[in-house]
């Protein structure tokens, strides 16, 4: 069924399970704008939030705290996934503040504007090492020889881990993502999740154990969380494990999609791949735009705190609210023309990275990467075309992305 067909289906998110709605969700998030912008959803037991300003009181004032306790998934029958419960309830994602300023205003001293700045060259060293090999072939599959490979490197940099396993690291990634997206459609996938979880939580406390023996003397996050002390608390080795999963998937996953869906955006509208090549100062706009017309990250949710109206909804405390930031990102409301894509469009107030207390504090570097990205590739492939074996995005509900992306050099007289 083509996503245009959809007049007549279900207005749930669940659609998305369509492969044809999922390579174009646009016109399912828009229905759910225009027809029902706030409802329940009664095959994700939750309420789902679509317009712009809707989503911004949901990301601003409703709890992140929303990862079952060990002991309440046993009491429901699934305590083979309290593994997985155990790491994310000590996630910074998953808590409310004080204990969400706490960890965040430690893990975020490795991403100051000044850090993350001076790491702009190394990052742009690293497009070229990595463009090179399939430039000089005139061919690139783009997840795989950029997308991956670059935000997977400067991650594990950033953590203070051996760079070398950052492709191990990106495999487990992956899969400890899909906890973040749509797992509990797909149990097939809960062995898989469990198995990345354990391999992720002991590798890092290999890596932790190395610090403190003095066998490992790299600096990173890792390091400094454990070393950070504020009012004198610290944080426990748990607590800095599961923060270093949670940075490190972050800062792969939505980076990887950022590249890959900003690139098959520009190919798919070539007049504004020929205006970026024509004129690079428009990079940085352009990666803003790119964030908002195909949001990496597509929703997320939160609990209510209290009984409340929204969108002429009644709300019950503790009921799941699911904010989806890329039908926000197209509301006509707050960008005009949302589904055109404009390389200069400003004012661009995008959610793509969130909003409020937990605005993603990697934003900087994420946007860098992207930038430099876009760069080399325009320096690298000036003259872009897609090949024609079908594009299959992943099945990852939250977190949009391809499977591949692979693109051709083509003549002067192409984009």
Sequence with gaps: MAATDIAAERLTLTRLLDPAVLADPY??????????????????????????????????QFSAARTPK?????????GELSPVAAVLVRQMLFLDPPAHTRIRALAAQAFTPGRVAA?????????????????AIGRIEVIADLAAPLPSIVTAEMLGVPAEDHGKLK????????????FQHNPDRIARMLHAVESLTAYFHRHIAALRSGRDQRSGLVASLLAAEVDGDRLSEEEVVANAIITMVGGQETTTNLIGNGLLSLLRHPAEWV??????????????????????????????PADLELGGRRIRRGQAVVAVMAAANRDPEQFPDPDRLDLNRQPNHHVA??????????????????????RGMVAAFPHLALTAEPLVWRPNLALRGLEALPLV??????P
């Design 409 to 414: 050099a083509a003549g002067n007289g192409a």
């Design 275 to 304: 205006r970026l090549r024509s004129d690079p100062s428009l990079v940085p706009t352009a990666v803003e735009e790119l964030l908002r017309y195909e949001s990496p990250s597509q929703h997320t949710a939160r609990l209510a």
């Design 353 to 374: 990275f969130g909003w409020g207390a937990h605005f993603c504090f990697g934003a900087a570097l994420a946007r860098i990467e992207g930038q430099e990205a876009l």
């Design 119 to 135: 790491m702009r060259s190394h990052i742009r060293g690293l497009v070229t090492r990595l463009l090179a090999p399939p430039a």
């Design 171 to 182: 495999a487990l990634s992956a899969e400890f993502a899909g906890i973040l997206g749509n």
């Design 27 to 60: 016109p399912l998030y828009a229905r759910l704008r225009r027809e029902v912008p706030v409802h329940w959803d009664p095959y994700l037991h939750a309420w789902v939030v679509t317009r712009y300003d809707d989503v911004i009181t949901v990301l601003r």
């Design 70 to 78: 060990p002991e309440q998934l046993a009491a429901i029958g699934l």
